[in-house]
C-alpha cells in the first residue's frame, strides 16, 4: 500500500507493505518513498522540466545508503492517468 502525506514542501508517498526493488551496480536497492518537485531540481541538456519525481530506494543491508530513481515528468496539456489517479487522493497540508 502507499501512504499519501504532505509535508508542507512536498507530497510525499511512503511505500507500507510492499517491497518494489531496484538493482544498481550490482546491489539491491528496497523503495521506501517517492515525492515530488514542481520544477525539477536538475536539468536535461540545460532545459528544467515541469516536474520530477525522486523515488527513493534504501540499499539492503545499508541503512543510511539510498539510490534515488529520478523521473521527469512533460507537459502538453494532456491528462497523464497516472498523475490524475495521484491527484485525487493528494492530502491537505500537515
Do not use: R
Amino acid at each position: 500500500a502507499i501512504e499519501l502525506s504532505n509535508n508542507g514542501h512536498t507530497v510525499v508517498a511512503s511505500i507500507t507493505d510492499s517491497t518494489p526493488t531496484m538493482t544498481a551496480q550490482g546491489s539491491s536497492y528496497t523503495l521506501k518513498q517517492c515525492h515530488f518537485h514542481w520544477g525539477s531540481e536538475h536539468t536535461v541538456s540545460g532545459e528544467q522540466l515541469p516536474m520530477v519525481a525522486h523515488c527513493v530506494h534504501e540499499k539492503d543491508g545499508h541503512a543510511s545508503h539510498y539510490g534515488v530513481l529520478g523521473i521527469f515528468f512533460h507537459t502538453d496539456g494532456t491528462s497523464n492517468p497516472f498523475l490524475a489517479e495521484l491527484v485525487g487522493h493528494l492530502p491537505g497540508t500537515a
